[in-house]
Nanobody, 119 residues
């Protein structure tokens, strides 16, 4: 059974840092593009970071320069380093990955991890 398991959320003061992890488990042939999304209360889901299989990254202006996405292919894990956190970064953060499982490719979602930025 393939699944994505996130960790690393929590409570942090404004200006602080957190690192989220998302590990893919199961029989996976290849991990293609991976994303981090977030969803704040009463708001839609927002894409905050993307990394391709070749390592190309992309960020929206709201997090550019503060968030860094990276991946460790040997560990089937993607990370989101979040620095200079602001209260408006408070949200549930989800990882999403396009995985090759056998002959097919599928999109998977993690369960989400809460990030709260507050003094």
């Amino acid at each position: 059974q393939v699944q994505l398991v996130e960790s690393g959320g929590g409570l942090v003061q404004p200006g602080g840092s957190l690192r989220l992890s998302c590990a893919a488990s199961g029989i996976i042939s290849r991990i293609n593009v991976m994303h981090w999304y977030r969803q704040a209360p009463e708001k839609g889901r927002e894409l905050v970071a993307t990394i391709t299989s070749g390592g190309t990254t992309n960020y929206p202006d709201s997090v550019k320069g503060r968030f860094t996405i990276s991946r460790d292919n040997a560990k089937n894990t993607v990370y989101l380093q979040m620095n200079s956190l602001k209260p408006e970064d408070t949200a549930v953060y989800y990882c999403n990955a396009n995985l090759r499982v056998g002959p097919q490719e599928y999109d998977y979602w993690g369960q989400g991890t809460q990030v709260t930025v507050s003094s």
